[in-house]
Structure formats: C-alpha cells, structure tokens
C-alpha cells in the first residue's frame, strides 16, 4: 500500500524559504513521477512541481519558476520542494501525489491532479505579509 506523508509546512514571512519533505513508501518508485500540487481555500488543486523518479527530470508550474526546486533522494524514497521567497499567494496546502510513468507522458498530463494515483495528507504553508 503506498504511502505518502508531508511534512515541513509552517508560518514563514514574506521573502522566506521553506522546505517540504514527502517520505513515501509502499512499493519502488523507480517507475513513477512524483508531484507537489497546492490548494489555498476557494481555490482548486494546481500543479507546484514534478519529478521523474529515475531520471531526475523536472517539471514547474510558471508562477514558481526560479523559486521552488523540487528534488529526492532514492535512498530515502523521499521528494523534497524547496521553496524560496516564498510571498502570501504561495500560502496554501501543499501536498505530495505519484503517478505512474509511462513512456510518451507530457507535461501536461504531469501537471494534472486527475492524473496522480495517491496521495499525501497535506501540510500547511502560511506566509505573512
């Protein structure tokens, strides 16, 4: 059974960094790309960040291009989203997903919530002005 569980969220100020860590187990991610997607209230699920387990390719949304790096560790079957000037339309909760790879995927697809299998619980980023 997969398992992903986030943690590192907090208050940080306008123009702080944090950083996220999504532990994941269950099964070899070998095969499977990892997602960071955020949802503030009112506001529907969008796509942060993603990363191709055994290549290593990354994927940004634009509005965190520059500030969000996304990276993990295979030993620790572990993501990481570094987060960087981070300002208050960041705030939201941020939560880790994996799907599946399959030769051929887009960006597209790597970026849509309906694509991802399971995901994490969440952890909150607030960020004061």
């Known amino acids: 059974q997969v398992q992903l569980v986030e943690s590192g969220g907090g208050l940080v100020q306008a123009g702080g960094s944090l950083s996220l860590s999504c532990a994941a187990s269950?099964?070899?991610?070998?095969?499977?790309?990892m997602g960071w997607f955020r949802q503030a209230p009112g506001k529907e699920r969008e796509f942060v960040a993603g990363?191709?387990?055994?290549?290593?390719?990354?994927y940004y949304a634009d509005s965190v291009k520059g500030r969000f790096t996304i990276s993990r560790d295979n030993a620790k079957n572990t993501v990481y989203l570094q987060m960087n000037s981070l300002q208050p339309e960041d705030a939201a909760v941020y939560y880790c997903a994996v799907k599946r790879f399959r030769p051929g995927i887009t960006a597209a697809q790597v970026m849509a919530p309906r694509e991802y299998d399971y995901w994490g619980q969440g952890t909150q980023v607030t960020v004061s002005s």
């Open positions: 990363i191709r387990w055994s290549s290593g390719n990354t």
């Open positions: 269950g099964r070899t991610f070998s095969g499977y790309v």
